[in-house]
């Protein structure tokens, strides 16, 4: 918590309390209580109420005081005040008439002995020895943990309050059952050297010390205002139509929360007008339970076993099916009523195209062109890769081919070898008919040179042909 007046500076580093210690809006205060009799005059001042309520610690504890002195004090004001063999330093909280009704509240009587008294207004050296005596409580706390540790005690220290003169400590703690501390207060008075009190509290109260936020948003109630706890039990869940669900029926205290008690009240009062034994109704078919009681809409709402449908039953209904149960006659039909939702419909606001505006059919149609914009460049990307994917395939093609090509000609020469050696390759130029063509040439050419006569012995091969035909003449003629 803090006021509009605990700012902060421009390099980070807190301000401080521009009113000099002083809260002026008691939002640093924890309990803070604001007094609105203050303001008012008296008829008889003498008369008024001569006890002040200050608070110590930012407010975690509140205690009376008896003002016998002559100094008219007001809240917010720092004043030491009797404490155990020395003095405390506290802020008033409160004083004037609201202070009887907080004793009152508390059951303190006004004329009581047992009252300290108010011995001044502090000064600058009981403040600085306060805050002296704050600045140890830290290391107090830790060093008090780890001494009832090491005696196996089971109880946890939750705090540590020092004396503003350091000669008494009050240390909280939280424990299941009893614990025997006897050895424990000797070790402490002997460590830190000051007169010791244990006192035990609950965890509600140690979540109303720590502080925090619950689960509605806003600063606990413990710590804020709440002082007297009552028992929660899970009936006050029950009672208003709520889930049984620890984790969320629970407070950061590990209790059940302390608001389940704040509309119990209304609740039962509104439950009054509803009959107690309408648990199960008898029906023509089956039988119907109840499942929850809805005490704004004064319906009943019940189910069969056959469906998992919830039928709401009106107030008079159910006491009507009720009687005729007792006189032996089943109903065929529950007779459930329409709900209507009384909830509105959400209209969709409308946009002015008004200057300071910014529209969000501009925005749509905008964010609808980079789209467009950014799906043609992928399309672009892709055609681009597709062609050059294709250009690689006809590379391919093509080198396949004059492979072929370079096996055919290597074919022709092996063949060509058995005639004239002299013959010339024929050249890269054509395909695969080509080639086919070359070798055969290469073969007529070769038959043809088998069949050319020798020099020397073709002219008397020609002769003796010659002589055959003229042979075989003469034997025509004959």
């Not at 100094?71 to 506290?90: C, L, P, Q, R, T």
């Not at 830790?142 to 009832?148: E, L, P, T, Y």
């Amino acid at each position: 918590m803090g006021c509009g007046s605990c700012g902060t500076s421009k390099d980070g580093a807190p301000g401080g309390c521009q009113s000099h210690g002083n809260c002026s809006t008691g939002g640093c205060n924890r309990m803070n209580v604001h007094d609105w009799l203050a303001n008012l005059p008296f008829s008889d001042p003498e008369s008024g109420c001569r006890i002040i309520e200050v608070s110590f610690n930012n407010g975690s504890r509140k205690d009376f005081y008896r003002n016998t002195t002559l100094h008219h004090y007001e809240k917010g004001d720092m004043i030491a005040v009797e404490g155990v063999s020395g003095f405390d330093v506290g802020m008033v909280n409160m004083t004037g008439e609201l202070v009887r009704l907080q004793m009152k509240k508390r059951k303190v009587d006004e004329k009581s002995p047992d009252i300290r008294k108010v011995l001044r207004r502090a000064t600058e050296a009981d403040i600085s020895k306060m805050l002296e005596s704050k600045a140890r409580e830290a290391q107090v706390l830790i060093r008090s943990r780890a001494m009832a540790r090491q005696l196996k005690l089971d109880m946890k220290m939750a705090e540590v309050e020092v004396q503003a003169d350091s000669r008494k400590a009050t240390f909280f703690y939280i424990a299941d059952d009893r614990v025997d501390f006897r050895e424990l207060i000797k070790l402490y008075a002997a460590e830190f050297k000051v007169k010791v009190e244990m006192r035990q509290i609950g965890a509600r109260q140690e979540a109303g010390k720590v502080g925090g936020i619950g689960s509605c948003g806003r600063e606990l109630c413990c710590s804020s205002w709440l002082t007297d706890f009552k028992s929660v039990n899970t009936n006050a869940a029950r009672y208003q139509n709520l889930s049984i669900n620890q984790t969320k029926l629970s407070g950061q205290c590990g209790r059940l929360k302390c608001c389940l008690n704040y509309e119990l009240d209304t609740y039962m009062d509104a439950l009054q007008f509803f009959p107690d034994d309408a648990d199960m109704l008898e029906m023509e078919k089956s039988r119907a339970f109840l499942v929850k009681k809805d005490i704004f809409r004064n319906l009943m709402w019940y189910t069969l076993p056959d469906s998992n449908k919830q039928y709401p039953l009106t107030i008079e209904r159910v006491k009507k099916i009720k009687e005729l149960n007792k006189q032996g006659i089943r109903p065929a039909d529950l007779e459930p009523v329409e709900v209507v939702s009384s909830k509105p419909k959400e209209i969709e606001p409308v946009y002015a195209d008004v200057v300071g505006q910014i529209s969000l059919k501009s925005l749509e149609k905008t964010s609808r062109k980079r789209r467009d914009q950014e799906k043609q460049q992928n399309r672009n990307r892709q055609g681009g890769g597709n062609q050059q994917q294709g250009q690689n395939r006809n590379q391919q093609n093509r080198g396949g081919g004059n492979q072929q090509q370079g096996s055919n000609q290597n074919r022709g020469q092996k063949q060509g070898g058995g005639g004239q050696q002299q013959n010339r390759p024929p050249q890269n130029q054509g395909g695969q008919n080509q080639g086919g063509g070359q070798q055969r040439n290469n073969l007529n050419r070769q038959q043809g040179n088998r069949n050319r006569p020798k020099r020397g012995g073709g002219q008397g091969g020609q002769q003796q042909k010659q002589n055959q035909n003229s042979g075989n003449n003469g034997g025509d003629k004959k």
